[in-house]
C-alpha cells in the first residue's frame, strides 16, 4: 500500500554542518513530494516540494533531491543553525486524487552549538 | 495576513461529550482538511473538504463530524464516539488545480485532552 517512510527518526548535527535527512516512498506513481519542518506545539510549516519531472529543486539553504529509481527523497538543509531544530516530515501525493498527503512519522533534526 | 486559524489552543473534554474545534482560513482555498496527529507519528487523514456543502471521510472518520457551510471555515466535531480523542489537531487548507499535488498550509492546532 501507500506509504512512506524514514530512515533515521533522530539526526544530530553541529552548528554550521549541512544535514541530510531522508525519505523512502513506496508508490512508485507518487509525483508529488513535500518537505515539513514541525517546531513544537505549531503545525507543520511548508519547506520545499518537488514534482516527479524534476530530479533537483534549491531554496533558501534547502535542496531536495528525488531518486526515482529508488523511490528516495532528501532533504538538504546548509549550514544548520539551532532555529533548524525541529521535526521534518516528507509527504508524497498522486496525481488524479484529491491532494491527498500522506505523511512519514517525521525526523527529528538537533543542532548543537 | 492571510492565515489559517484554529481555535482554542487547548480543549479538555469530559466522558459522553462532543467537542467542536474551529479552523478559520483567510487564503481564499477552496480545499480543506482535518488531520489527527498522535505523538511521535505523522499526520493522519479524518476529514476534507474539496468545495462548500460537500465533504468526505479520510482514513480515520470515525467518531468525527465535520460541516463545511461557508468556504473559509470547517469545523470539526469530536463526539463521545470517539473513544481516544487525545491528540494534536491540525487544519489544513490548499488550492485546487485538476488533480495535481498542492501544498497544504496548516494551522498551528488544537491540543484535546480527556478530564
Known amino acids: 500500500g501507500e506509504s512512506v517512510g524514514l530512515h533515521l527518526p533522530t539526526l544530530s548535527v553541529q552548528e554550521g554542518d549541512n544535514s541530510i535527512i531522508n525519505c523512502a516512498y513506496s508508490n512508485s506513481a507518487s509525483d508529488y513530494f513535500i518537505w515539513y519542518k514541525q517546531e513544537s506545539g505549531k503545525g507543520p510549516q511548508f519547506i520545499i516540494d518537488?514534482?516527479?519531472?524534476?530530479d533537483k529543486r534549491q531554496g533558501q539553504r534547502v535542496t531536495v533531491l528525488l531518486n526515482k529509481t529508488v523511490k528516495h527523497l532528501s532533504l538538504q538543509i546548509a549550514a544548520t543553525q539551532p532555529g533548524d531544530s525541529a521535526v521534518y516530515f516528507c509527504?508524497?501525493?498522486?496525481?488524479?486524487?484529491?491532494?491527498?498527503?500522506?505523511f512519514g512519522a517525521g525526523t527529528r533534526l538537533a543542532v548543537h552549538p | 495576513d492571510g492565515g489559517i486559524t484554529q481555535s482554542p489552543k487547548y480543549l479538555f473534554r469530559k466522558e459522553g461529550q462532543n467537542v467542536t474545534l474551529s479552523c478559520e482560513q483567510n487564503l481564499n482555498h477552496d480545499a480543506m482538511y482535518w488531520y489527527r496527529q498522535d505523538p511521535g507519528q505523522g499526520l493522519r487523514l479524518i476529514y476534507y473538504?474539496?468545495?462548500?456543502?460537500?465533504?468526505q471521510k479520510g482514513d480515520i472518520a470515525e467518531g468525527y463530524s465535520v460541516s463545511r457551510e461557508k468556504k473559509e471555515s470547517f469545523p470539526l466535531t469530536v463526539t463521545s464516539a470517539q473513544k481516544n480523542p487525545t491528540a494534536f489537531y491540525l487544519c489544513?487548507?490548499?488550492?485546487?488545480?485538476?488533480?495535481?499535488?498542492?501544498?497544504?498550509?496548516f494551522g498551528d492546532g488544537t491540543r484535546l485532552s480527556i478530564l
Open positions: 473538504s474539496q468545495i462548500v456543502n460537500d465533504f
Open positions: 509527504a508524497e501525493s498522486l496525481t488524479g486524487g484529491y491532494n491527498k498527503l500522506i
Open positions: 518537488i514534482r516527479s519531472n524534476m
Open positions: 489544513a487548507s490548499s488550492i485546487v488545480r485538476g488533480g495535481r499535488g498542492q501544498p497544504q498550509h
